[in-house]
């Protein structure tokens, strides 16, 4: 087993999941990486496991667990699984092929700043520079690493009430990640150019009128900073 495991959280969008699990196989030292699924059973299960265990093993749902508590399932058992990181993501997000490197060197940085959460994938900037990032108080869940100290001590407990409006009404488990990143004064390391993009134009929280606001502006799934990670992170943004 690899100290690093990546889960994805998969129902049944098949055209998605299949883009999805093509852009990991092109990712460099992705054989340093466990795979794993956490599929939910739909009547798409038989492909959606075909698909899945392309990259590693696929473990099925015995019921539905929805899109707020199969996350929270699946990384729960990744880390019970023994692995030091986990990498989230999902069946409709594709990466760039750089983005091991990318988690392992934020990962690193992560791990020296008590008040760095953990790591994004995703950018809302354009950036222009592979090697560039930044902490930001803005958690986005399009390919994350929480810190196994942060979701051992903190996230994973608070994961469904965090969720969770004032009033009581359910949000979701983003907005309940950035609420616990801002009560606890938080970061996440945040690359300027975006090693993920959302390709799900339907799904649970998606439709086509706001799909090209949540793609990765800076995306291109061939992006690498070709060894030099990273010449520039500003440390002090947001502090």
């Given at each position: 087993m690899?100290?690093?495991g990546?889960?994805?959280?998969?129902?049944?969008?098949?055209?998605y999941?299949?883009?999805?699990?093509e852009?990991?196989?092109?990712v460099?030292?992705r054989?340093?990486v466990?795979?794993?699924?956490?599929?939910e059973?739909?009547?798409?299960?038989?492909e959606?496991?075909?698909?899945?265990?392309?990259?590693?093993?696929?473990?099925?749902?015995?019921?539905?667990?929805g899109?707020?508590?199969?996350?929270?399932?699946?990384?729960?058992k990744?880390?019970e699984?023994?692995?030091?990181?986990?990498?989230?993501?999902e069946?409709d997000?594709?990466?760039?092929?750089?983005?091991?490197?990318?988690f392992s060197?934020?990962?690193?940085?992560?791990?020296?700043?008590?008040d760095?959460?953990?790591t994004?994938?995703?950018s809302?900037q354009?950036?222009?520079?592979?090697?560039?990032?930044?902490?930001?108080?803005?958690f986005?869940p399009?390919?994350?690493?929480?810190?196994?100290?942060?979701?051992e001590?903190?996230l994973r407990?608070?994961?469904?009430?965090a969720?969770?409006?004032?009033?009581?009404?359910?949000v979701?488990w983003?907005?309940?990640?950035?609420?616990t990143?801002k009560?606890?004064?938080?970061?996440?390391?945040?690359?300027?150019?975006?090693?993920?993009d959302h390709?799900?134009?339907?799904?649970e929280h998606?439709?086509?009128?706001?799909?090209?606001?949540?793609r990765?502006q800076?995306?291109h799934?061939?992006?690498?900073a070709?060894?030099?990670?990273?010449l520039?992170v500003?440390l002090?943004?947001?502090?």
């Amino acid at each position: 087993m690899n100290s690093i495991g990546v889960v994805f959280t998969a129902f049944h969008r098949q055209q998605y999941f299949r883009e999805a699990v093509e852009s990991w196989k092109l990712v460099a030292g992705r054989h340093s990486v466990d795979f794993h699924t956490f599929l939910e059973p739909s009547n798409k299960s038989e492909e959606m496991h075909r698909i899945g265990s392309e990259l590693g093993p696929v473990h099925h749902n015995e019921i539905r667990l929805g899109v707020l508590t199969n996350p929270h399932h699946a990384i729960s058992k990744m880390f019970e699984f023994g692995y030091d990181r986990v990498i989230v993501t999902e069946e409709d997000i594709i990466v760039s092929r750089d983005i091991l490197e990318y988690f392992s060197w934020a990962g690193d940085l992560a791990d020296k700043h008590s008040d760095i959460l953990g790591t994004c994938a995703f950018s809302p900037q354009g950036g222009v520079s592979p090697g560039e990032a930044f902490i930001s108080r803005h958690f986005d869940p399009l390919c994350w690493s929480p810190k196994k100290s942060f979701w051992e001590e903190t996230l994973r407990q608070n994961w469904f009430s965090a969720a969770k409006s004032p009033d009581g009404q359910g949000v979701g488990w983003d907005w309940g990640v950035n609420r616990t990143t801002k009560s606890l004064n938080g970061y996440w390391v945040t690359p300027s150019m975006s090693r993920s993009d959302h390709i799900g134009v339907y799904g649970e929280h998606m439709t086509p009128d706001i799909y090209e606001t949540r793609r990765g502006q800076s995306f291109h799934g061939e992006t690498t900073a070709d060894g030099y990670f990273w010449l520039s992170v500003d440390l002090s943004y947001g502090r």
